[in-house]
């Protein structure tokens, strides 16, 4: 009797197909497009509606622009991370899908504020609570979306996809804040009152309805989360950091990037003063100009990831940051070269941005990502009020360019000194 030899044919995996053909990862970037939008627009509604309402005639908007400002960042450090840990237990799909709704139905009740009998402030303190809650459900939202990625997207194109993510957010930022306005006016032509409000409504319920169409591997098989185990679960995600030197560094790289880009945000507008051939209001063309740079370089690390490790793309981006920064305080009287820095300075900032947020979703396992995303969206925002408050007060007190060469000095020393205090290697 002959025994025949166990012969197995193992068929080669499948070939992953290409980022624009995944359905699960189209249908999220295009809400993400939507809630974006949403978001900018909000802002430029409730100026505008205060600007119109509340404002009293001989006082100056700063304080109540502040006020708005204010009530739309304190979610962020309120519950960023306890955001996370509830993210970790729930579906993704659903939290996602759930945000947009409400947030689509808040919305619709901020022109009645314009409509209270009782008095201009308390309907402005109103509209200020209406902020709140809508950033409040923002908070869930982001560590959702940002854990969402990396279960609908083979490891091979997080670096692609996180691309698009930031490139996003950036092209958001621009057209938000740039066409929010004109988008508004259209829409108060068809509904004077509540035009804009439903435009952006039907924003946040079109992210909804493109969040329906994700059938994703959703894991998510963590018993319902209890008040004592929020706190236990933080400090696990705490516990994540100090174990993962790798983690810890793309974090602080990030605080440290997004820190610098606050303070930008808020001297791009005393560059537009400065600078000839630009109006104050044209500051929208700087962002553009920083937009088209982290393009760029969103391009370069996606033919080009192979040729050095994350840390290395992330510090050649903080010192590419810092020798932009230090040539557009010295050419701000020419507009092209200044431009071209500009360009400069977002070209680096997309290599630093891209391969840590690639790295914090390949380092974190995906039972704690919400967490993480949580904690992270909450250690940024805490710091960004810091460079928020001073920016300002720095430029008015020593003047656009010692200020520039502070924050060029500060990127380039401070992301040395962090892969200094964490020498390690890192999955890339």
Known sequence: MTVEP???????????????QNR???????????SQLADKIYLVLVIALTTQFFQPPDQ?????VSAIMVAFTIPAILLGSVAGVFVDRWSKKQVLIVTNLYRALLVLAVPSTTLMATGRLSGFMVLLLLTFAISSLTQFFAPAEQAAIPLLVDKSHLISANSLYTLTMMAALVLGFAAGEPLLTLASHWQPQWGGAIFVSLCYGSAA???????????????????????????QGLHLLGQYTALRFALMQLI?????????????????????????DQFGFLLAAAAVGL?????????????????????LGCWGMGGMLLGLAFSLQSLWLSGTFIVGFGFFAALVAIPMQTTVQVMTPPEQRGTIFGLQNNLVNIALSLPLALAGIAETWWGLVPVLVALAVAIAIGGSLIATIHPTREAS
């Not at 699960?24 to 939507?34: D, E, M, P």
């Not at 994703?216 to 989360?225: I, T």
């Not at 440290?256 to 104050?280: G, Q």
């Open 6 to 20: 166990d012969i197995r044919v193992i068929s080669p995996p499948a070939p992953v197909p290409p980022l624009w």
């Open 295 to 315: 393009g760029l370089g969103a391009l370069l690390l996606n033919i080009g990831t192979r040729w050095l490790s994350y840390r290395l793309w992330s510090l």
């Open 209 to 235: 309805a493109f969040l329906f169409l994700l059938r994703p591997p959703d894991h998510c098989h963590l018993p319902p989360s209890r008040y004592r185990q929020v706190w236990q679960e933080l400090r």
């Open 24 to 34: 699960n990862f189209i249908a999220l970037w295009l809400a993400q497009v939507c």
């Open 256 to 280: 440290l990037l997004f820190s610098v880009v606050a303070a930008m945000s808020v001297l791009v507008v005393r560059l537009a003063e400065v600078m000839p051939a630009l109006d104050t």
């Open 60 to 64: 100056s908007i700063s304080g109540w």
